[in-house]
């Protein structure tokens, strides 16, 4: 049996949304007006998302003006957890978030 989904929501530009391991299993990431792009990332630290490219969980998502971009993630989806080497401890987060979308990251905690 997989574990709870639970939701976590952010339009702020860059928001530490969990600390601890955790999966992502999906998102949904919703346009307010105009186009622009979110990276959904491990942690640098307890407060701060990486900007790294190289944590082995960087994943940038575009979405067009007045659209949403959604992604559910097969079988154990995406591990955020310190991985050897990357430079990520515990904990998801997002980075980037200029334009100020709507992002919902649903994850296991």
């Known amino acids: 049996m997989k574990s709870d989904v639970k939701p976590v929501v952010s339009s702020a530009a860059n ?3 969990f600390t601890g391991p955790t999966r992502l299993r999906g998102y949904a ?9 979110v990276v959904i990332n491990g ?3 307890a407060t701060t998302v ?3 490219t190289n944590t082995e969980v960087y ?3 575009s979405v067009g003006a007045g659209q949403t971009e959604t992604l ?3 079988e154990d989806g995406v591990l955020y ?12 987060g997002i980075t980037g978030n200029v ?5 919902i990251l649903f994850i296991d905690k």
Do not use: F, K, M
Not at 99 to 103: K, T
């Open 15 to 17: 928001a530490v949304l």
């Open 29 to 37: 990431v919703q346009s307010t007006g105009t186009s622009g792009t």
């Open 72 to 74: 559910n993630l097969p």
């Open 43 to 45: 942690l640098a630290n």
């Open 50 to 52: 990486s900007s790294s």
């Open 59 to 61: 994943i940038p998502v």
């Open 99 to 103: 334009d100020g979308l709507n992002v």
């Open 81 to 92: 957890a310190a991985r050897n080497g990357t430079g990520i401890v515990n904990g998801i």
